[in-house]
Structures are given as structure tokens and as C-alpha cells.
């Protein structure tokens, strides 16, 4: 149901003083709800008063709507960063992992390496000073 701008007036408490804004609004079937704003707003636009009365009129039926979207963005977007975060806790697990393995083999290289100098140390096929860095 889509409401259009009808019109705008102030009303007026038992004492004569300026109570409230009355915004009417209508809709294509014909009907006509009046609408209550501070009477200050008596002032503003008709699109604004337009808009200010839907405010009212979604307020006063769906208070917790708004509420609601809100919670459900929040919850979308904590579904999202939790999935993000399992994401990078496995991505950091797997390149732990591979780290692990990187340094095994490293190690088991280096073991190699040695023994293999020291068979060649122990077969007077290198000697100490072979290994060592002569920069002259």
C-alpha cells in the first residue's frame, strides 16, 4: 500500500495553543490516515512530512522491525567473519604444517651433509682446512 502526501495542518489543544502537526496521508483506494508530528515540522516540505509520517506510521506497527534487520545484518556479517576465521585458521594450520616439513627436510639435509663430511673428514678425502673459507 503506497502512500501519498494529502495534505498538512496544525491542531490545536483546549487552550487555543498549537498542539500538533496533522499530516494526512491517502492512498490510491481512497483511504486517509491522519498522522501526528511534533508541530514544530509544520515547516517542512511536503516530501519531508511525507517521509517524517511514514517514519511514524512504520514506527507505531513495526517497532521491532528495525531492530530486527539490524540484529540480522549483525548476525550475517558475524556468520561471515566466523567463516572467514575458520579460513585462515586452517590456511595458517596447513602452512604450519608445510613449515614442519620444510624444516624436517632441511634437517635431515643438513644431517646428511655432515655425515657426509665427516666420512670424507675420516677417509683424509677433505681436510679441515678445505673447509675452511680462505678469502686471500
Known sequence: MK????SKSKEYDASGAASATKVVLRNRDGAYVPVFLPVDKIDLSNAELLNEALEVIYQENFPQRAETEKFKELDDKIKAYNDLNSKATETIAKMEEQIKKQQDASNTAQET??????????????SDEDLTDNKE
Open 3 to 6: 502512500f501519498e502526501y494529502e
Open 113 to 126: 651433509l655432515m655425515s657426509i663430511i665427516d666420512k670424507l673428514h675420516e677417509k683424509k678425502l677433505l
